[in-house]
T-cell receptor, first 114, second 113 residues
Framework: DGGITQSPKYLFRKEGQNVTLSCEQN?????MYWYRQDPGQGLRLIYY???????QKGDIAEGYSVSREKKESFPLTVTSAQKNPTAFYLC?????????????FGDGTRLSIL | GDSVTQMEGPVTLSEEAFLTINCTYT??????LFWYVQYPGEGLQLLLK?????DKGSNKGFEATYRKETTSFHLEKGSVQVSDSAVYFC????????????FGSGTQLTVLP
């Protein structure tokens, strides 16, 4: 079945450590997105990518980095510069950023600080 | 800029009750509107969508009508079930803006047997 796979489901980070969240899709979508969700709040866009080897900052990019070397993959690195990284992270994809076709979401990664 | 305002939760209903979750929006262009549902510990799933004024999206007994005159997209269901307990997000896509979805803050729905 086509879909989006995020791993791991739970992740723990020590202070000062970088961690990378994986996101893979087999939907053949050009566009991919990373969102952060905090309790009782909506989703905030961290980064998005319209096409391979291209990505753009979203509303809260500080302390995060991404790469898009393959169409299927859009990993997110939470760096030590992100002072409040504890959150639920959601990856999504869509046919393109120009389209009003819906975004498809993975099941998320919950990141916690030890 | 674009924004979505949702009815504050949490909402608690008895099984078979009528559900309304209000959603209003502001947008610079002519947005497409979506409702997403999030079950505990999972990502978001598309529930329904409408792409132009007066369109009605529907799925699994849920409905929402795109009302341009009131800039609203309220979610309704005639008879809720325990399995409908989830968080519901209203969202808009405005091709005239930053080509991203703008989400409301979500409404937690709990349905009691």
């Amino acid at each position: 079945d086509g879909g989006i796979t995020q791993s791991p489901k739970y992740l723990f980070r020590k202070e000062g450590q970088n961690v990378t969240l994986s996101c893979e899709q087999n939907l053949n979508h050009d566009a991919m997105y990373w969102y952060r969700q905090d309790p009782g709040q909506g989703l905030r866009l961290i980064y998005y990518s319209q096409i391979v080897n291209d990505f753009q900052k979203g509303d809260i990019a500080e302390g995060y980095s991404v790469s898009r070397e393959k169409k299927e993959s859009f990993p997110l690195t939470v760096t030590s510069a992100q002072k409040n990284p504890t959150a639920f992270y959601l990856c999504a994809s869509s046919i393109s950023t120009e389209s009003n076709q819906p975004q498809h979401f993975g099941d998320g990664t919950r990141l916690s600080i030890l | 800029g674009d924004s979505v305002t949702q009815m504050e939760g949490p909402v608690t209903l008895s099984e078979e009750a009528f559900l309304t979750i209000n959603c209003t929006y502001t947008a610079t262009g002519y947005p497409s509107l979506f409702w997403y549902v999030q079950y505990p510990g999972e990502g978001l799933q598309l529930l329904l969508k409408a792409t132009k004024a007066d369109d009605k999206g529907s799925n699994k007994g849920f409905e929402a009508t795109y009302r341009k005159e009131t800039t609203s997209f309220h979610l309704e269901k005639g008879s809720v079930q325990v399995s409908d307990s989830a968080v519901y997000f209203c969202a808009l896509f405005d091709s005239g803006s930053a080509r991203q979805l703008t989400f409301g803050s979500g409404t937690q729905l709990t349905v009691l047997p």
